[in-house]
């Protein structure tokens, strides 16, 4: 074989393995980034449950702060209904 015919054989076998590497490097770049975007993904989601666990949590305790004020003040307004009527109720008797 002279040196031309070796050279040709090199650069066909250098030809082949390019190809076959960029016949693998397209889909592997493609399931590692599938990979990558999943992991961030579950990320975001687990980072949004956290929130939203702590805004409901903030909800409730809204929620609890209103109706102990509720309470308090329909408490006060049956307080002085009582006293109204017991007042009306005294005035009648009199």
């Known amino acids: 074989m002279t040196d031309r015919q070796k050279s040709n054989d ?25 990979v990558v975007i999943t ?8 980072q949004q449950r956290a929130e939203d666990r702590q805004l409901a949590r903030e909800q ?8 102990k004020l509720q309470r308090a003040q329909d408490n006060a307004d049956s307080r002085l209904l009582r006293e109204q009527d017991l007042n009306i109720s005294t005035q009648q008797r009199l």
Not at 13 to 24: A, D, G, H, R
Not at 39 to 46: A, D, E, K, R, V
Not at 60 to 67: C, F, M, N, V
């Open 60 to 67: 409730r305790e809204q929620d609890l702060h209103i109706s």
């Open 10 to 34: 090199r650069i066909f076998t250098l030809k082949e393995i390019i190809k076959l590497i960029s016949s693998f490097l397209l889909p592997m770049v493609l399931g590692i980034s599938t």
């Open 39 to 46: 992991i961030h993904q579950q990320n975001i989601t687990l």
